[in-house]
């Protein structure tokens, strides 16, 4: 069982920038796929970022490319997403989760991948 909990959302002016932060329980955060996603009212969960075992992938959805930077620290049990230059329509619920069944390199992009997920944390962004 993984223990995910989210931290950093916030109120935010448009171009400014906030870092998330998703702490994990467990021995074998190193061996997970992470991943971010974001829900705004009225639409779907939708892949932001991921990062693979070693960090040697991380994609990211074409919305956030430029902008945001995924990391993890896998001493520490935790992976960040930096988010730069935000804009209102970034306003959502971000979610980490945690994909413990992909290989190293491997990043999945459909929610229903991750068996693992955190409470969300809230990011608004005034325009």
């Known amino acids: 069982q993984v223990q995910l909990v989210e931290s950093g959302g916030g109120l935010v002016q448009a171009g400014g920038s906030l870092r998330l932060s998703c702490a994990a329980s467990g021995r074998t955060f190193r061996r997970y796929a992470m991943g971010w996603f974001r829900q705004a009212p009225g639409e779907a969960r939708k892949f932001v970022a991921g990062i693979s075992w070693s960090g040697g992938s991380t994609p990211y959805a074409d919305s956030v490319k430029g902008r945001f930077t995924i990391s993890r620290d896998n001493a520490k049990n935790t992976v960040y997403l930096q988010m730069n230059s935000l804009k209102f329509e970034d306003t959502a619920v971000y979610y980490c989760?945690?994909?413990?069944?992909?290989?190293?390199?491997?990043?999945?992009?459909?929610?229903?991948?991750?068996?693992?997920w955190g409470q969300g944390t809230q990011v608004t962004v005034s325009s």
């Open positions: 989760a945690a994909d413990a069944l992909a290989a190293d390199t491997v990043v999945r992009e459909l929610a229903g991948a991750y068996a693992y």
